[in-house]
């Protein structure tokens, strides 16, 4: 059965950072592209940060250069480091898995598992 798990969502201040954990079973999770998605309340899904098989990161402009995205196959775990928060930072934040040769990260239809997701709110 697969299995995406997130943990690490919380309540900070603005400037603040959080680190997000997503625990992966159930499939070859070191063969998967891994991504971060995130939905605002009254807002679409968007996906925010990529990681490929190999460790090559992508990032959409709003998060780049404040968030990091990192996995540890060993561990069947991906991450992801996130600093200088803002309160429009406020979203679920879900982790997901896709075949790497299989469309677009930034479609919401190229996922093949999801997680719950995990809830993240920052406060001016």
């Known amino acids: 059965q697969v299995q995406l798990r997130e943990s690490g969502g919380d309540s900070v201040r603005f400037g603040g950072s959080l680190g997000l954990s997503c625990e992966a079973s159930?499939?070859?999770?070191?063969?998967?592209?891994m991504a971060w998605l995130r939905q605002a309340p009254g807002s679409q899904r968007e996906a925010i940060a990529h990681?490929?098989?190999?460790?090559?990161?992508t990032y959409v402009d709003s998060v780049e250069g404040r968030f990091s995205i990192s996995r540890d196959n060993r561990k069947n775990t991906l991450y992801l480091q996130m600093n200088s928060l803002k309160p429009e930072d406020t979203a679920m934040y879900f982790c997901?898995?896709?075949?790497?040769?299989?469309?677009?990260?930034?479609?919401?239809?190229?996922?093949?598992?999801w997680g719950q997701g995990t809830q993240v709110s920052v406060s001016s």
């Open positions: 159930g499939f070859i999770f070191s063969e998967y592209c």
């Open positions: 997901a898995a896709l075949k790497c040769w299989d469309g677009s990260w930034l479609a919401e239809s190229s996922y093949e598992y």
């Open positions: 990681i490929g098989a190999s460790g090559r990161t």
